[in-house]
């Protein structure tokens, strides 16, 4: 009986993949940014939502390239503070980004900033909207993940416009996972149910949707610029459809 008991906790212990175990101490592994770090100095705050800044209507702003640059704080033991770096893997952020984005007509690219961008300059609000401007995007996104503890996460960053150089809305999302998964035991990794229980999946997700109820409400207030023929412009001949190859009495005719 004993022994037969000892192979059904076995078979159920392999079967989950994923033991629970005594979590060490939790230490954070970077430092969170402030929001007048992603405001350039701005005064701006959001508790869990997002908010817009921009209140009269705008125009032209859509269609539109979306940059996004994500910063943390390099943690340098020998520096008196903490640098704010860019924290970018631009393949797979490439990826992931334009998924979430994909069903926007309105967004046309989504596409993470490079530190090769940057040109050696120091990475601030102001350079990266000169380097966003210099690639021709419409808007910048300027975000940063934090791990409050073993469960909570949080995301929070402001979006601009890079026309403009002004603030469009602030986003922060916040997670909190009573029972996280352990990424440190290789058995829950490809877990069902383990990126439910990641604080940082999870917030990502929430942070992602709520960049997309944000671009939908700025959408909703932007109206599209009209294209008209230019001032003066007259056909200098009758407009024939193109025939081609062109036969030598229609040249004649034409010119």
């Known amino acids: 009986m004993h022994a037969k008991l000892t192979l059904i906790v076995l078979a159920a212990v392999i079967g989950t993949g994923c033991v629970s175990k005594q979590r060490v101490e939790f ?3 970077s430092v969170e940014l402030d ?18 800044i921009v209140s009269e209507r705008t125009q032209g702003m859509f269609p539109s390239s979306l940059a996004v640059a994500r ?3 390099d943690e340098d033991p020998t520096a008196t503070e903490a640098a704010v770096v860019l924290d970018m893997e631009p393949e797979v952020d490439f990826l992931s980004w334009n998924s979430v984005f994909d069903d926007f007509r309105s967004i046309s690219e989504v596409f993470p900033m490079n530190i090769m961008a940057m040109d050696g300059a120091e990475v601030t609000v102001n350079t990266l909207l000169n380097a966003s401007y210099s690639l021709r995007a419409g808007m910048l996104l300027v975000y940063s993940e934090s791990r409050k503890s073993i469960h909570e996460a949080q995301v929070k960053g402001v979006l601009y416009s890079v026309p403009a150089r002004r603030m469009l809305a ?5 997670a909190y996972i009573e029972d996280p998964v352990d990424l440190d035991d290789s058995r829950c990794a490809g877990s069902p149910s383990a990126d439910m ?3 940082r999946l999870v917030c990502v997700g929430q942070f992602e949707a709520k960049m997309r109820d ?16 230019p001032d003066g412009w007259i056909p200098d001949r009758e407009i024939e459809p ?4 062109p036969s030598e009495d229609l040249f004649r005719r034409r010119w």
Do not use: E, F
């Not at 929001?35 to 817009?52: C, E, F, I, K, N």
């Open 27 to 29: 230490t954070p592994t």
């Open 242 to 245: 193109l025939i081609w190859p």
């Open 197 to 199: 229980r990641d604080p």
């Open 71 to 73: 910063l943390s704080a």
């Open 170 to 174: 602030a986003i922060h999302a916040d």
């Open 35 to 52: 929001w007048d770090v992603l405001a350039g100095g701005q005064p701006v705050t959001v508790s869990q939502d997002y908010r817009l």
């Open 214 to 229: 944000c671009l939908l409400a700025l959408m909703q207030n932007d109206d599209p610029v009209k294209a008209t023929a």
